[in-house]
């Protein structure tokens, strides 16, 4: 599926979308340059769990960001600063396999393939316009 949106709010009705068929265990990777708006889009997706979109910043600074009160927990990892030797370890597949979504920021990072996963492609098309592409599982 890929989708024209014009706005913030656009993005964020696109991963409100995606959000009601998602289920404990699913991860989300988001790739797109700087300021594509891939936070935007974890804000939809936080609000189509039903978390308030507003507690979502980017974890940029603490790697990981929990969002609950939805109907399930949304885990926020963005691994821009780090290097894909860095992120072996970090054990993020594992973190929404119980009881949450897993969205990742920059999954290019990781060293390894999340089999299953749905990759969403975020790309400046315009001042305000943005090309979103979602695929897998």
């Known amino acids: ?3 024209l949106t014009h706005s913030e709010e656009d ?10 068929t998602l289920e404990a265990g699913d991860v ?5 340059t700087l300021g594509a708006g891939k936070t935007a889009f974890v804000r939809g997706l936080a609000a189509g ?10 974890p940029t600074f603490t790697l990981v960001h ?11 990892a963005d ?4 290097d894909k030797a860095a992120t072996g370890d970090l054990g993020l597949e594992e973190m929404g396999v119980t009881d949450g979504v897993l969205a990742i920021e920059w ?6 393939e999340l089999s299953g996963a749905i990759r969403v492609q ?4 315009g001042e305000t316009t943005r090309r979103i592409s979602v695929g897998g599982r």
């Open 49 to 58: 769990l039903g978390i308030d979109p507003e507690e979502v910043c980017s």
């Open 122 to 125: 975020i790309d400046i098309a």
């Open 79 to 82: 691994l821009y600063r780090l």
């Open 107 to 112: 999954p290019d990072r990781l060293t390894h």
């Open 11 to 20: 993005t964020q009705a696109v991963a409100r979308d995606l959000a009601s």
């Open 1 to 3: 599926m890929t989708r």
């Open 28 to 32: 989300v990777l988001l790739s797109g």
């Open 66 to 76: 929990e969002y609950r009160g939805g109907r399930l927990t949304l885990y926020h």
